[in-house]
Every structure is written in structure tokens, then in C-alpha cells.
């Protein structure tokens, strides 16, 4: 396995294999860039095809973690770690603990938040061995309900904030009444969104990996199931993919039928020059680390004493970044994700330089 050379390898700061025989522990932790802060990013636990599918996978979540944050100008790096293994099968609390020692190990550069595969609960026995875990946290969430601390509500709430901002930009309406959204991933995230959506009046279609989050959806919205293999393809206004990323790729943008993609999933496209491919068919994106910034958001605050006005008021920006995003784009005739890495320069290189730093280019967050 290439680490240095690998195409995903993007100057990361460090990278750590952590391994623990005793309880079946595998897992990597990539920190991507800490000049504005500590890395913060969740931990993902997922049953990888192989090594080499995680490394991938936990290469590019840390670096969109970079770009993240300073898109949605908080004082934090990016950082992601994975499990490799099935959290419905193999997650114990001996194996979590395990991976509370590791990270403590990092003395506090790596931060870690829950993420697909692991929950608040998972987090917390991690904290048993470490300092360094986010999200874990009771407290008034944004909407003056209580917080476990999950970010999972606040994620949904920001890539509804954003989807809005898509459909005004590119459909011209601020009801989305009769919308019709195809959910691809109905979890933590996805159902939320779904809930937000079918609040809005949105008509919905849904698909996922679990029967019973998806009879959930369909219990509850009057959402209509959807094969996996059906759910980006369908003849809609919007796609939301909310499950994992690279979804956007050579076999699936020919056939979208829908006039724009704004979903919560991480790394939706596949490779960067999918975002021109995207532009090119005429299908407004609205990059994914751009839209699913709300969670990281809520993590920030709960760490810095921030209230629950001031993070729906934070969360509320990711529509008008987005819309700067699009604008931006229409001028310029560049891909929206090719401007969001832009902006992200941007404001990293105005926090740099409002810090006194030396500028520190970042790569492209792809």
C-alpha cells in the first residue's frame, strides 16, 4: 500500500494505522491540516471492501475536513479517522475503548466526532480513554430542544438550508411545495432531511442499505421506496445522496435526471473533474462539503460555550455561502466545486493573515 504517493495523499500532517489484536481493532486516522486549529472530524466505522478502499475513504474525509471548516470559518483543521469493520456486527465497547487509547495518544490533534457507524454513545465510550472526543455533550441544541450532543440534527437542518438556496438558484421558487427529492441514504441524516422536506410540502423518494430505516421513511413521510440502484436516476427535481460518497461518477451522471444534487453525504464526487461533468449536463451541484457543514458547526460551539441562537445563526450562512457559490459560477462559467475550493482559499487565507501566519496554500479539496 503507496501512503506518500497515493492520489488521495494530499500533504496530510499525519497519518496513523491503529491496530488492537485483543479486540479485532483496525482503523486509520489521517490529520489533514491544523493551521487554523485542531483537527476535528468524525470517526466512520464501515465494513471496507479492503485497506486500500479505507485508506482512500479516510484520505479524502480528512482533507474535505480542511476545507470544510474553513469554508464555514471556524477556528478548526480537519482531521477523519475509520473503523474497518460492520458497526451491526463487530462494534464493541472493548474495541471503542481501544480506539480511545489511540487517540488520546495524539495529545489533542486529532478530535474526533461521531460519523457513520457510530453514535454518541460510542463516542462516549471512547471517552472513557480520551479527552479528544466531540459531540458528546448535553446541552439546548439549536432549536431550543435538548442535545445529546449528536450533530446528526444540525447536519440535516444545514443541508436543508442549503437545498433551498439550490432550488431558488436554479428553480426560481422559495416553496417547495410539489417538490419532488430523491434521498439516497434515509439514516441519521436522511431522515431528518426527509422530515424537513416533507414538512416543506416536498414529495419524496427514498433508498437505503437497511429495510428498517427505510420502512421508517415510508411509515412516516408516505415516502416512496426506491432500489439502490434506481434512486439517482430518477425523473425528479432534486437528488439528495446522504449515505456515502464517490456516488457522482462515471456510471451515474449520465443518467440523473434531476436538475440539481444536494445531498449531506461526504466526498460525493468521485474524481474532481466529475464537478465540470456535472455543469456540463446542465445539473446544479452544490458541493458537499459546503452543504453538510452544519454539524461540524454545532461540534464548534459545543466546544467554545456558543447558544442555540448563535449556531442556527451560523448554520443559517451555509445558504448564502452556497449562493455566493452559485453565483460566483454563473459569472465565471467555472464548476461549483471548483469555486468552493476557491472560497475556501479565500477565507483560510484571510484567517492567515488576520493570525499573523505565513500563507499556507491548501490542494485542491477534489
Not at 489521517?30 to 493551521?35: D, E, L, P, Y
Request: aromatic content about 6%; glycine content about 12%.
Amino acid at each position: 500500500m503507496n501512503v506518500f504517493s497515493h492520489p488521495e495523499f494530499d500533504h496530510h500532517e499525519h497519518l496513523s494505522f491503529v491496530c488492537d489484536a485483543e479486540t479485532g481493532l483496525k482503523g486509520i486516522i489521517a490529520i489533514h491540516n491544523t493551521s487554523r486549529g485542531a483537527a476535528l472530524g468524525g470517526c466512520r466505522m464501515f465494513p471496507y471492501a479492503s485497506d486500500e478502499e479505507a485508506l482512500r475513504d479516510v484520505l479524502r474525509l480528512s482533507r474535505g475536513m480542511t476545507y470544510k471548516s474553513a469554508l464555514a470559518n471556524l477556528d478548526l483543521g480537519g482531521g477523519k479517522s475509520v473503523i474497518i469493520g460492520d458497526p451491526r456486527k463487530h462494534k464493541t465497547e472493548a474495541l471503542l475503548e481501544a480506539m480511545g487509547r489511540h487517540l488520546e495518544s495524539l495529545g489533542g490533534q486529532y478530535i474526533a466526532a461521531e460519523d457513520s457507524g457510530t453514535s454518541v454513545p460510542d463516542l462516549k465510550v471512547m471517552g472513557r480513554h480520551t479527552r479528544h472526543v466531540a459531540g458528546v455533550t448535553t446541552r439546548t441544541g439549536f432549536d431550543g430542544q435538548p442535545s445529546t450532543g449528536d450533530p446528526s440534527p444540525v447536519t440535516a437542518y444545514g443541508t436543508f438550508i442549503g437545498l433551498k438556496a439550490a432550488v431558488k438558484h436554479k428553480l426560481g421558487t422559495d416553496n417547495l411545495t410539489g417538490l419532488k427529492v430523491a434521498i439516497q441514504g434515509i439514516g441519521n441524516v436522511g431522515f431528518r432531511l426527509a422530515r424537513y422536506l416533507k414538512e416543506a410540502g416536498a414529495e419524496l423518494w427514498v433508498t437505503d442499505i437497511h429495510a428498517d430505516n427505510l420502512k421508517r421513511a415510508v411509515d412516516e413521510f408516505g415516502a416512496t421506496p426506491v432500489g439502490s440502484d434506481d434512486i439517482l436516476s430518477l425523473p425528479v427535481d432534486v437528488v439528495a445522496p446522504c449515505a456515502m460518497g464517490a456516488v457522482l461518477n462515471d456510471q451515474s451522471i449520465p443518467g440523473i435526471r434531476a436538475a440539481i444534487v444536494a445531498g449531506a453525504a461526504n466526498n460525493l464526487l468521485d474524481r474532481p473533474e466529475h464537478d465540470a461533468a456535472l455543469k456540463h449536463r446542465g445539473i446544479l451541484y452544490a458541493p458537499d462539503f459546503a452543504i453538510n457543514a452544519g454539524g461540524i458547526i454545532d461540534v464548534f460551539y459545543e466546544r467554545t460555550g456558543g447558544s442555540p441562537e448563535q449556531i442556527r445563526a451560523h448554520v443559517d450562512t451555509i445558504g448564502d455561502t452556497l449562493s455566493e457559490i452559485f453565483q460566483r459560477s454563473d459569472r465565471t462559467g467555472l464548476p461549483t466545486g471548483e469555486i468552493a475550493n476557491e472560497l475556501a482559499e479565500e477565507r483560510f487565507r484571510k484567517h492567515a493573515a488576520g493570525a499573523g501566519l505565513a500563507p499556507r496554500r491548501l490542494a485542491c479539496a477534489g
